[in-house]
Structure formats: structure tokens, C-alpha cells
């Protein structure tokens, strides 16, 4: 399916986890290894897409809350890179969780996001995150400095409401003064992301890395500078976090 035509696109509202930031594998890699479980971040990092993928296609994965999905795509990011679960990962995992309430787990940011923020801004969208979260967004955003980007940043654990429910988008376009027509929301899962977003009648993205979602009914990019390179055919702009602050 095509991306949306340019020219009706204001708003992008964006997903935090799996597109804006990943987990830190490092971290994870890290926990296991204090419980006697060896693996590589990188084999990890490898594993995530499909183990997203499978997640997409349980059930209990969109129709579950955040907490719980969060648990099981753990698991399969384990599974995926062939590490089965034991009593020992577990135990990694509750390391993990306890960590990632304290100081949010995913802050390691793509390559190419930071130029793509700064590409849409330079285009004149209005941005706002919408995520399902911990209540940390915020936060975090501030610490990697992508705050900056931002007209509103939404954490389901602040608002209240979580992706697929549509309210969380409606309350998304409420701030930014936007009508369902003029927004796109870009996700990475199709059951929380793509339905949530159709559901508020915003015209949803899935980025989908891998290559994973071909018999996906919306359009797809690989990445956030694919959507920008359509957005914006324009040479990418010299960045930094500070440029094109948002207003």
C-alpha cells in the first residue's frame, strides 16, 4: 500500500518503543549474564523483530495490557535467540523490570531518528509521541534529548488509557489543536499501532525493520528516514537534539 501523499500530512504522531528508541540489549545482556546466562546483546538485538512479529500474532499479545505484553515479548526475544526460559532468566527478567521502572529501559536511539525529527520539524509537522509506557517518557526523552522535538509527549501510564484503545490518539490530536484527516501515526505492531490508530481515524504507518509484515493491509517503511526521504524528498539537514526545537 502507498505512504500517505505528502502534502496531507501536519501531524505525526509517533511511537516510542521501536521506533523513537529500542531496549538497550546491553543492559538486558548485562542481567542475564549476573544469573548465569550468556548471551550476546547483539544476538539479542538480532532476535527482536521476530520476536515482535510472533508477539503481533498471539492474541493475548494486542489484546493484552502493556505490563503483560511486555513480559512475553521479553520471553520471545529470548526464545528467538535461542536461550530458553529457566528459572535463571526469569529471574533476569524481574532485574530487568525492576530497572527499566527506575531508569527506562529503551534508550538506545536508531541511527537516522535524530535527522528524521529534525527533517519533520523542518517541514513544519507538529509531532507528538504516543506510547505505551511506564509513566518515564517524559523523563527519558529529556535525558536522550528528544524532548525538544516534540509538541506532546503521551505515556499511557500518565494518561491513563493504552494503545489499541483509540482514546489515547484522540487525546494526542486534542493537544496538538489536530483533526483525525491531518495525522499519520507511526507504529511498530500492528495489533497495538495500526488498529489503535484506524480506530481514532488517523491513517496509520507500520515500520516494520525486517521486512516482516508482507501480507500487512497498510503501508510500511523500514525505517523513520524512509518516511522522512518521502515526507521530505529534500537532502537530509545538518542535526543536532537542539535543532528545530519544538514550538
Request: net charge negative; glycine share 8%; aromatic share 4%.
Amino acid at each position: 500500500m502507498r505512504l500517505p501523499e505528502p502534502s496531507s500530512v501536519r501531524v505525526l504522531l509517533l511511537d516510542a518503543g521501536g521506533v523513537l528508541v529500542k531496549p538497550s540489549f546491553a543492559r538486558v545482556a548485562e542481567a542475564l549474564a549476573s544469573c548465569g546466562v550468556a548471551v550476546e546483546a547483539g544476538r539479542l538485538a538480532a532476535a527482536e523483530p521476530r520476536a515482535k512479529r510472533e508477539l503481533d500474532r498471539d492474541p493475548a499479545g494486542a489484546s493484552g495490557s502493556d505490563a503483560s505484553r511486555g513480559w512475553l515479548y521479553f520471553n520471545l526475544v529470548l526464545a528467538h535467540a535461542g536461550v530458553a526460559r529457566s528459572a535463571a532468566t526469569d529471574e533476569a527478567l524481574e532485574e530487568v523490570k525492576r530497572g527499566h521502572d527506575r531508569h527506562n529501559l529503551w534508550e538506545d536511539v536508531p541511527d537516522g531518528v535524530v535527522a528524521s525529527l529534525a527533517r519533520f520539524r523542518a517541514r513544519g509537522l507538529r509531532l507528538a509521541v504516543v506510547s505505551n509506557a511506564n509513566g518515564t517518557v517524559r523523563a527519558l526523552f529529556d535525558r536522550l534529548e528528544l524532548a525538544v522535538f516534540f509538541d506532546a509527549i503521551l505515556d499511557s501510564a500518565v494518561e491513563g488509557v493504552e494503545k489499541p484503545d483509540p482514546g489515547l490518539f484522540r487525546l494526542a490530536l486534542a493537544r496538538l489543536g489536530a483533526t483525525p484527516g491531518e495525522a499519520v501515526h507511526v507504529g511498530d505492531l500492528y495489533g497495538v499501532d495500526v488498529l489503535g490508530a484506524r480506530a481514532a481515524g488517523v491513517r496509520p504507518v507500520l515500520l516494520d525493520e525486517a521486512g516482516l509484515y508482507e501480507d500487512a493491509d497498510c503501508p510500511r517503511v523500514r525505517s523513520l528516514v524512509d518516511l522522512a526521504d518521502h515526507l521530505d524528498p529534500r537532502a537530509a539537514l545538518p542535526v543536532s537534539a537542539k535543532l528545530h526545537p519544538a514550538r
